[in-house]
T-cell receptor, first 112, second 115 residues
Framework: GESVGLHLPTLSVQEGDNSIINCAYS??????FIWYKQESGKGPQFIID?????DKRQGQRVTVLLNKTVKHLSLQIAATQPGDSAVYFC???????????FGTGTRLQVFP | NAGVMQNPRHLVRRRGQEARLRCSPM?????VYWYRQLPEEGLKFMVY????????ESGMPKERFSAEFPKEGPSILRIQQVVRGDSAAYFC??????FGTGELFFGEGSRLTVL
């Protein structure tokens, strides 16, 4: 659901390792999910999306997994690079409302 | 996304003044969304507009906040009599049609500081 004033959890990974960022969403009726990347001082940038009738989708170096049974979404980044350092948000949408709801976010720190 | 233009990028106001934030959607986009982001938090939905219509304003505070998206010109988010708690980054996003296909394109945000 909507973030409610929590400090961002942080994931620290070494350059070259794989990263897994998790998200629990709130609405079992959500139809569509998106992962966004937000760098400091910038707006959210689209990474990858997935529809509710799918359980996996792959992009370039990124994979999104959807588990509707437990309302869980994950973003996997292969061979993490320093440029991947940012805050990552999952977002969910119900076609009935046309309103994109963001999760709390996870800060990814990549160290050499 | 550079296609969605927001201005000003930074705005400083004293308590009680008015803040006006502008958003020009990407060319051809007729749907605009406004979000607010506090430091170290996610983006919170405020309002969804189409040209000349407010579709969903369920995230807007009941007082002092208003939004419009006129037939011509940018979308405006207006905050009257600002208070310190209004200090935040305000992001605008646009899409070409009713959501459900493709991503939402965000601007770089307007950062409001209330002294």
């Amino acid at each position: 659901g909507e973030s409610v004033g929590l400090h961002l959890p942080t994931l620290s990974v070494q350059e070259g390792d794989n990263s897994i960022i998790n998200c629990a969403y709130s609405n079992s009726a959500s139809d569509y999910f998106i992962w966004y990347k937000q760098e400091s001082g910038k707006g959210p940038q689209f990474i990858i999306d997935i529809r509710s009738n799918m359980d996996k989708r792959q992009g370039q170096r990124v994979t999104v997994l959807l588990n509707k049974t437990v309302k869980h979404l994950s973003l996997q980044i292969a061979a993490t690079q320093p440029g991947d350092s940012a805050v990552y948000f999952c977002a969910e949408l119900s076609y009935n409302t046309d309103k994109l709801i963001f999760g709390t976010g996870t800060r990814l720190q990549v160290f050499p | 996304n550079a296609g969605v233009m927001q201005n000003p990028r930074h705005l400083v106001r004293r308590r009680g003044q008015e803040a006006r934030l502008r958003c020009s959607p990407m060319k051809g986009h007729s749907h605009v969304y406004w979000y607010r982001q506090l430091p170290e938090e996610g983006l919170k939905f405020m309002v969804y507009l189409q040209k000349e219509n407010i579709i969903d304003e369920s995230g807007m505070p009941k007082e002092r906040f208003s939004a419009e998206f006129p037939k011509e010109g940018p979308s405006i988010l207006r905050i009257q009599q600002v208070v310190r708690g209004d200090s935040a980054a305000y992001f605008c996003a646009s899409s070409p049609r009713t959501f459900g296909t493709g991503e939402l394109f965000f601007g770089e945000g307007s950062r409001l500081t209330v002294l």
